[in-house]
């Protein structure tokens, strides 16, 4: 670092423009950077600022929505490594991406870009995309880090969440694949968090993210992201992504001496070791198209989740005549908007899959009624034994930038689905969206449902493989379908106003939310069904060490056809009035099995899986007593339960003065001390059951003044006693 002067440290900490870091001579390189969550956006010659209209053909792979409904990391990694591939083909030293952000709403408009409203699936998928990218030597940039759940006023709005909520919902996912996958890059968020800009959070930036958990990358901002770069600096900010020309506040701030030259130094560092890393990242002339293509129809035929079967309509048999209505089945809807959107190397429509049966659009996708293509399509219908029917948002619904203000579906097209109902017996709707949409209004006139979110380039191809049943689907809900918008625990908090938006629904997001209040959803998180059936048995559970046990359960394909099986692990707490999410998501696995064979599956618990967060010890905390492993195919449908028990970590809480009669009571060396104290006094268990309750809440200090003997003297004495100070 002392070969380089001022200047040229400060300018590795901003780009040299919107795509590649600063060079500095022949010594240090430029770094090529592109959007890629889902597939590479690398932006051609003489594009626009962003590429975002004229970027190089790459494969579009399907999106976190879709990829993280396959419960499949080992596909995912692929999909990384695919992404990797394609990277180094273009040149491409970092690609910014997976997005790991929490679907706390149905609502946001990004939500096409991140996996689910589960941290654990979240932390599992995400670590998966980056180590695959990372194999082959490319740089992974996870983001938006943190607490970025909408895009309604992203760039000033203030999350404000609780620190329970932070570290139990919104930053574990972060945390897993930085300890687990170590990934090159973090990039933080444009919002704030409880008042402080991402940008500029010296608590998320350096004592959460490397003090405490190890991050030894470069932190990078969101485009346009700083507000302040030599705040963001000393918050522990490395890179301004794209430069704002602002270099000079840097070297004037160090001269002045209002920043620390070190501080400087490890920011200008940590650039430079990313160029070692990635250094050694491989070459290629290009990729096999066709097997990339491949892998994204896998991935997409992995992704889409049967939600309903009724009369098993599905899969189409032969010498039916099959009617396909909706512009989607010849028009798809294959990704979302912004930043994220691919030029696909090649593009399938589910229409042309299916070998081209009879055709009507049925509706506009711009929403406007046309009665002419209505009916078109109920013409169609009348002649067929089944009409799948292709519904969903346009692409104008939903895209980063804003959200959404409804999870309806358009007005034209469930009228649609209605009429086409009425002259057609067997009706399959086959979906495409970014974001949940509800089905309450409509699912009725419908036998099948399959969700086929955003399926990338292959989509078309991949929903005619299930169709068909070429494929069994094997997709399974990340996150929970309401029945109404007004069903969502953030429903009455998103997306706040006055430059605030207020987590008040805390740790209860998605599932934790509807299980835990036991109410009514439309289709609940783990949800999904397939052409075949399977059972569960033998479960056993065991503690294998102190605060580690062992879960195995037998899984049997009892149907008639090769099909998968995801396999949900939850940790649950029993509890007449909830203290913290009935049960909650701690492991999962996909299996594939033909008829009448079996699988032992097999996790590991450890201690952090049934801790809570503790804000006053400013760590986690472990409770003694016993809990509940579940077992099943969704968070509704636990086939096995085994109880466990927990020693606990054997902290106990410091007492004081103020601490309450129950908290000393339940404090081992407090309870000694107050009941040594008492000896001779009334027995707590003669006094009248009421009166104690009410004793139990108050201050021991408190009690000084009812003529107990309870003095402040006397409770001084409790105290420095339990302390060891007396």
């Known amino acids: 670092m002392t070969d380089l002067t001022l200047e040229e440290k400060a300018s590795l900490t901003s780009g040299s423009d919107t795509w590649h870091t600063t060079p500095i001579g022949e010594a240090v390189p430029a770094l090529t950077l592109s959007d890629g969550p889902h597939g590479l956006r690398r932006q051609a010659e003489r594009g626009d600022a962003l590429g975002l209209g004229n970027s190089v053909p790459a494969t579009c792979f399907p999106p976190a929505v879709a990829l993280g409904s396959s419960w499949d990391a080992h596909l995912a990694h692929r999909v990384g490594a695919a992404l990797a591939r394609e990277a180094c083909a273009l040149g491409v030293d970092v690609v910014l991406g997976p997005g790991v952000n929490i679907k706390r709403s149905p609502l946001c408009g990004r939500n096409f870009e991140y996996f689910s409203e589960d941290p654990h699936l979240t932390g599992v998928m995400g670590a998966a995309v980056v180590t695959g990218i990372q194999s082959l030597g490319v740089g992974a940039c996870v983001k938006h880090f943190a607490v970025n759940n909408q895009e309604t006023d992203r760039m000033r709005v203030s999350a404000d969440v609780d620190e329970q909520s932070l570290r139990e919902i919104y930053l574990p996912a972060f945390e897993r694949i930085v300890?687990?996958?170590?990934?090159?890059?973090?990039?933080?968020?444009?919002?704030?968090?409880?008042?402080?800009?991402?940008?500029?959070?010296?608590?998320?930036?350096?004592?959460?993210?490397?003090?405490?958990?190890?991050?030894?990358?470069?932190?990078?901002?969101?485009?346009?992201?700083?507000?302040?770069?030599?705040?963001?600096?000393?918050?522990?900010?490395?890179?301004?992504?794209?430069?704002?020309?602002?270099?000079?506040?840097?070297?004037?701030?160090?001269?002045?001496?209002?920043?620390?030259?070190?501080?400087?130094?490890?920011?200008?560092?940590?650039?430079?070791?990313?160029?070692?890393?990635?250094?050694?990242?491989a070459s290629f002339e290009g990729w096999d198209l066709d097997?990339?293509?491949?892998?994204?129809?896998?991935?997409?035929?992995?992704?889409?989740?049967?939600?309903?079967?009724?009369?098993?309509?599905?899969?189409?048999?032969?010498?039916?005549?099959?009617?396909?209505?909706?512009?989607?089945?010849?028009?798809?809807?294959?990704?979302?908007?912004?930043?994220?959107?691919?030029?696909?190397?090649?593009?399938?429509?589910?229409?042309?899959?299916?070998?081209?049966?009879?055709?009507?659009?049925?509706?506009?996708?711009?929403?406007?009624?046309?009665?002419?293509?209505?009916?078109?399509?109920?013409?169609?219908?009348?002649?067929?034994?089944?009409?799948?029917?292709?519904?969903?948002?346009?692409?104008?619904?939903?895209?980063?930038?804003?959200?959404?203000?409804?999870?309806?579906?358009?007005?034209?097209?469930?009228?649609?689905?209605?009429?086409?109902?009425?002259?057609?017996?067997?009706?399959v709707v086959v979906l495409a969206n970014g974001g949940v949409v509800s089905v309450a209004e409509w699912?009725?006139?419908?036998?099948?449902?399959?969700?086929?979110?955003?399926?990338?380039?292959?989509?078309?191809?991949?929903?005619?493989?299930?169709?068909?049943?070429?494929?069994?689907?094997?997709?399974?809900?990340?996150?929970?379908?309401?029945?109404?918008?007004?069903?969502?625990?953030?429903?009455?908090?998103?997306?706040?106003?006055d430059g605030h938006v207020r987590y008040g629904e805390g740790r209860y997001v998605g599932y934790r939310h509807y299980d835990t209040l036991d109410a009514d959803v439309a289709y609940p998180f783990g949800h999904g069904l397939t052409y075949s059936r399977f059972t569960y048995s033998d479960l056993d559970a065991r503690e294998t060490g102190s605060d580690e046990w062992s879960v195995e359960v037998t899984v049997t394909n009892t149907g008639e056809r090769f099909a998968h099986e995801v396999v949900q692990l939850y940790v649950a707490f029993d509890e007449e009035r909830p203290s913290r999410p009935r049960h909650e998501l701690r492991g999962f696995a996909k299996v594939g099995l033909e008829p009448g064979d079996s699988e032992r599956v097999r996790f590991a618990l450890t201690g952090r899986d049934i801790a809570q967060w503790s804000v006053s010890r400013k760590g986690w905390r472990i409770d003694a007593g016993a809990f509940t492993v579940e077992v099943g195919a969704s968070s509704r449908d636990i086939r096995l339960r085994a109880e466990l028990t927990s020693g606990g970590d054997g902290y106990a809480a410091p007492l004081d003065r103020m601490s309450?009669?129950?908290?000393?009571?339940?404090?081992?060396?407090?309870?000694?001390?107050?009941?040594?104290?008492?000896?001779?006094?009334?027995?707590?268990?003669?006094?009248?059951?009421?009166?104690?309750?009410?004793?139990?809440?108050?201050?021991l200090a408190k009690f000084a003044t009812f003529g107990i003997g309870l003095t402040s003297e006397v409770v001084d004495g409790l105290v420095a006693a339990v302390r060891g100070d007396g």
């Open 443 to 497: 699912q009725e006139h419908a036998s099948a449902i399959l969700e086929g979110w955003l399926l990338g380039q292959a989509g078309g191809s991949a929903l005619a493989d299930l169709l068909t049943g070429a494929h069994s689907p094997s997709g399974r809900l990340t996150e929970t379908i309401p029945n109404r918008l007004a069903d969502v625990p953030s429903h009455l908090h998103f997306p706040g106003g």
């Open 179 to 281: 300890r687990e996958a170590k990934p090159y890059t973090v990039m933080c968020s444009y919002n704030r968090i409880n008042g402080v800009h991402a940008s500029q959070n010296r608590w998320l930036l350096t004592e959460v993210l490397r003090e405490e958990w190890g991050f030894d990358g470069l932190v990078m901002s969101d485009w346009g992201a700083v507000n302040d770069r030599v705040a963001a600096l000393e918050a522990g900010l490395d890179l301004e992504m794209p430069p704002t020309g602002t270099d000079e506040e840097i070297v004037e701030a160090v001269r002045s001496g209002r920043l620390p030259e070190a501080v400087l130094d490890l920011a200008a560092g940590r650039l430079l070791e990313l160029v070692r890393r990635v250094e050694g990242r």
């Open 660 to 699: 309450t009669l129950g908290e000393w009571l339940a404090h081992p060396e407090g309870s000694r001390a107050l009941k040594q104290l008492l000896q001779g006094a009334p027995g707590l268990d003669r006094t009248d059951p009421a009166l104690l309750r009410l004793a139990m809440g108050i201050p």
């Open 291 to 427: 097997a990339h293509h491949e892998l994204a129809r896998e991935a997409a035929r992995a992704s889409a989740v049967l939600l309903k079967n009724d009369g098993d309509v599905l899969p189409l048999r032969q010498g039916q005549r099959v009617a396909v209505v909706g512009e989607l089945a010849r028009t798809p809807r294959y990704q979302g908007g912004g930043s994220s959107h691919v030029v696909p190397t090649r593009l399938d429509n589910a229409w042309e899959a299916l070998g081209r049966p009879a055709f009507a659009a049925g509706y506009r996708l711009d929403g406007q009624p046309d009665a002419g293509l209505s009916r078109e399509a109920v013409a169609a219908a009348s002649e067929a034994d089944v009409t799948l029917v292709f519904l969903g948002l346009p692409e104008a619904a939903e895209s980063e930038g804003f959200d959404r203000t409804t999870i309806e579906l358009p007005a034209v097209q469930v009228a649609l689905l209605r009429e086409v109902a009425e002259v057609c017996p067997k009706i």
